[in-house]
């Protein structure tokens, strides 16, 4: 509907995104072949080979394997209270091989679909650390006021903050966007940078209450190396507390300073959350975007070898 789409380019701030910016001469894509490997264990005890005897030896243990046996209550316990929801899933049998163990020429292969584990929603100890829509404004007092005095108090509240981000979405809206992300709830967005390529960044979504939904964006580089461990730098919470009563979602979120990502850079990966998760296509050719963009989110959470990341940066880029 065009008046959702107008209530969430009021509320959010503009970002500017001349057309040259974008152009395809610089939008290289840079080979994230295994995006979701966890670093390798057997790589991981080679580099820290000789600490951990050290520290075996400290502890008047025999050897690392001991060492490890004797902290392997420990290791998982920090293993469940990763940040990166969905992230902590058993490493299978067969890890894929790094990029530069791998012929160049075999095309992109995305992971296999997320496990039960991963599309599950997050334990009563985690939704804990999500704020609530009444932390921020008095649900009561804000539910009698007008939709534009809805969002002078929503952007108000965010204002002192230059590293927030803030939106109101349409009911109808945001029902799309969580129907596609329960389906998906992981998928990858690319951030151009001009003279530099395509920047990949992982998304995952996750349901920690009936009236909160969460989306995280972290560096898929970063994803890559740390795994589990990786820190998101962007935190994305949709609070559907006046859904029913007012017909719309608050959304917040914050990006996290220092960590290589810009303001204006999050919301150019809000919007292309919106194009692929919440996007109502009209027009003929809007529909065959949409197809398209569907087609991608399939072929990724499918594991399909045919899914290519020239055609997301494509999709990416196109206007609507």
Known sequence: MQASALLLRRCAATTSCPARFYQRRWAQVHDVRFFAAHQRPDKVLEKYKEKLAQKAKAEGLPNADELRAAYAQKIEELRKQAIVPGANAPLSAQQPPLPHETDSSIPYQPPPPPSPQETSPDTPKKAAKIRTLSSFI????????????IETVWRMRHAADPQSLCALVAADTYQ????TAKAHPQFILPLPRENQGAEIHFL???FPNETTATVLFTHLAEFKLRG???QPHTTITYHRDMEKSNGVIFLEGRVTENRGV????AKWLLMCLQKFYGFEA???GAKANFENRQRLMRQFSGGDENFKLEELLEEAEKVP
């Not at 008095?138 to 939709?147: F, G, Q, T």
């Not at 810009?262 to 850079?265: H, L, P, Q, S, T």
């Open 138 to 149: 008095d649900i009561k007092k804000v539910s009698a006021l007008s939709m534009k005095d």
């Open 176 to 179: 799309r966007v969580v129907k």
């Open 204 to 206: 995952q979504w996750t």
């Open 228 to 230: 589990e461990y990786a």
């Open 262 to 265: 810009a303001v204006d850079e």
């Open 282 to 284: 009209k027009s003929e």
